[in-house]
């Protein structure tokens, strides 16, 4: 597997390449999609390898017999993470965002505050406002380029509405993997305000060295009859078309409620998901993800290189996803001006900070998941549009 091989998705129906133009103005004849959060790079072999055998019998009828794959995702858990994990403790969802609204369908009534700690993934905020929920705003303090959680301040807010925190650890956009401490700091706020706790851990095996992703499953054993854990292959493996992902529940109360509703709905897993989530969580997948973390590493290297050696830009420090997320306040220019410079002047399509709530105003968001010509090319681009600082 080269991961520096280019491959081109144009008229693939690839969200991001394919509507890059249409959304950010960036010209699809030399522009450069670094906005969604997929990757310009084939699943191991494994994966393609399960799919072809799915052709070769032909046959695309309802899947059955999931103890092969719910024994994959206990694997995977177990001998990544270090977290046990039981069969019937697995929920299979339409993906983490459909995941996501299944917790606030089935842990909240309208109307309740559910909590986020901003900026943070923007679907999270679209999902519990469509669901006629309240958005309640816990902006991370950014202290010395770092996010850090500021219980008192978010204690100080809470007004006894809200029922529900949603973690993202490790965390999207800032890229930190939450410290032991900070994880016990969560679970204690849930439990002062007497809140379901959703941590939705999508990114846990995207994590650069010198960091430890800590599940929260692990962290303290008091929270298990309030904590929801979500994960996925998806994002791991690129392979987030499948639409599948895991909504991990220890406790039989929650459980309970949260299976009521998938019944109620009628939802039902993807049959190619599961075979592509069987054959990925395997020894193959996980040499696989070793090889692309340090890849992925490399082009954070050239990156963060890159993004200070311009005056006035700062990335922030990546521990984990492949995410960066970048400041432009010390430029001293307006939002719409410095965004302008990367979008039309650099050619390249990032994710707008303010999307992702509050704290995100001076942020752009780049996805260095792609071959490293591409990056180095970025690279140069952001350095000729911000050539009159430097």
């Known amino acids: 597997m080269s991961f520096d091989e280019i491959i081109d998705r144009f008229g693939t129906h690839s969200v991001k390449w394919d509507m890059m133009e249409s959304i950010y103005g960036v010209p699809a004849k030399d522009g450069i999609a670094m906005w969604v959060a997929d990757m310009d790079f084939r699943p191991p072999q494994c994966v393609s390898d399960a799919l072809v055998k799915m052709n070769d019998m032909g046959v695309y009828g309802y899947y059955g017999d999931d103890g092969a794959y719910l024994d994959a995702i206990r694997w995977w858990m177990k001998e990544r993470h270090g977290w046990a994990v039981e069969r019937n403790e697995i929920f299979t969802t339409h993906g983490l965002v459909n995941g996501t609204a299944m917790c606030v369908d089935a842990f909240t009534k309208p109307d309740d505050g559910v909590v986020l700690m901003t900026p943070v993934y923007h679907a999270f905020a679209k999902v519990i406002k469509a669901a006629g929920r309240e958005v309640v705003e816990c902006q991370l303090a950014l202290s010395d380029g770092r996010y850090e959680m500021d219980f008192d301040a978010w204690d100080a807010q809470m007004k006894g509405h809200e029922t529900m925190f949603i973690l993202c650890s490790p965390h999207n956009p800032g890229g930190r993997v939450w410290t032991r401490e900070e994880l016990q700091g969560v679970a204690d706020f849930c439990k002062r305000h007497d809140l379901v706790l959703v941590s939705d851990e999508i990114h846990h095996d995207l994590v650069f060295p010198g960091?430890?992703?800590?599940?929260?499953?692990?962290?303290?054993?008091?929270?298990?009859?309030?904590?929801?854990?979500?994960?996925?292959?998806?994002?791991?493996?690129?392979?987030?078309?499948?639409?599948?992902?895991?909504?991990?529940?220890?406790d039989p109360a929650l459980r309970a409620k949260f299976g009521a509703r998938m019944a109620a709905l009628g939802l039902s897993a993807n049959s190619f998901g599961l075979f592509m989530a069987e054959a990925a969580y395997s020894p193959d997948g996980a040499a696989w993800v070793d090889e692309l973390v340090v890849y992925l590493d490399g082009n954070r290297k050239i990156l963060d290189t890159a993004i200070a050696d311009i005056p006035g830009l700062a990335?922030?420090?990546?521990?984990?996803?492949?995410?960066?997320?970048v400041d432009f306040s010390g430029t001293g220019m307006a939002r719409e001006d410095f965004t302008n410079r990367v979008e039309q002047g650099a050619r390249i399509a990032v994710n707008h900070g303010p999307t992702?709530?509050?704290?995100?105003?001076?942020?752009?968001?780049?996805?260095?998941?792609?071959?490293?010509?591409?990056?180095?090319?970025?690279?140069?681009?952001?350095?000729?549009?911000?050539?009159?600082?430097?």
């Open 315 to 325: 990335s922030m420090n990546l521990e984990a996803t492949y995410l960066s997320w």
């Open 356 to 390: 992702f709530g509050k704290g995100g105003d001076s942020f752009l968001r780049f996805n260095i998941a792609t071959p490293r010509a591409r990056v180095r090319e970025a690279c140069e681009r952001l350095a000729e549009a911000f050539s009159d600082l430097q």
């Open 211 to 250: 960091n430890t992703h800590i599940p929260m499953a692990n962290v303290d054993s008091s929270i298990a009859d309030r904590l929801v854990m979500m994960t996925a292959t998806t994002k791991t493996f690129n392979i987030a078309g499948s639409h599948s992902g895991n909504v991990i529940i220890a």
